[in-house]
């Protein structure tokens, strides 16, 4: 049995939690998501507390306890909160802006690369080196965030492209080092 499986997810004021089967919708004050989980688990809304558990003791339903868990949390959290992550861009002339809600990036091709707004996302950019992706879903949020990562990914020579904040980046020495 997966120890995080076990712990109970607390639901704040403010948030209704419908379950119907194996789909859990939740509400809350910035949104509204939906998720289907697999049948090996069952979720269970009981006062202010989501218990998940396993249906029976196969390897596949211990595998799926934690991570239904973990998803159902991670939907709570994000109607409430909602979720960020902020890229950084390295380099001479690189810059993002907005234009209207698209992301507008100048990364050193011959080109602009503009990347749209997906809904329930929003893009902000408190200077031209700096973009923050905002969202109620963890897993879109990180999967935007690493699709503007991939349009320059940061090399290991100079240290240029798009990176998370915070991240470091491995450097090597180059052709001097021989």
Do not use: W
């Not at 507390?49 to 596949?60: G, H, K, Y």
């Amino acid at each position: 049995m997966s120890r995080i499986g076990k712990m109970p997810i607390t639901v704040p004021a403010g948030v209704d939690v419908a379950i119907d089967g194996t789909t859990v919708t939740v509400k809350g004050p910035k949104g509204e998501l939906t998720r289907s989980f697999s049948d090996l688990v069952t979720i269970k809304h009981e006062g202010d507390q989501i218990l998940v558990a396993t249906a029976n003791d196969t390897t596949e339903a211990n595998a799926q306890h934690g991570l239904t868990r973990t998803l159902v949390h991670n939907m709570v959290v994000g109607v409430t909160e909602g979720f960020e992550k902020k890229l950084e861009l390295v380099g001479v002339g690189y810059r993002a802006q907005l234009k209207g809600k698209d992301l507008n990036m100048s990364l050193g091709y011959s080109h602009p690369v503009i990347i749209e707004c997906p809904d329930n996302i929003a893009f902000e950019c408190p200077d031209n080196t700096h973009i923050t992706v905002r969202g109620i879903s963890k897993e879109q949020v990180g999967q935007v965030a690493a699709e503007i990562r991939s349009k320059r990914p940061p090399e290991p020579y100079k240290g240029k492209g798009v990176r998370y904040e915070g991240e470091h980046v491995r450097r090597k020495l180059g052709k001097a080092a021989g």
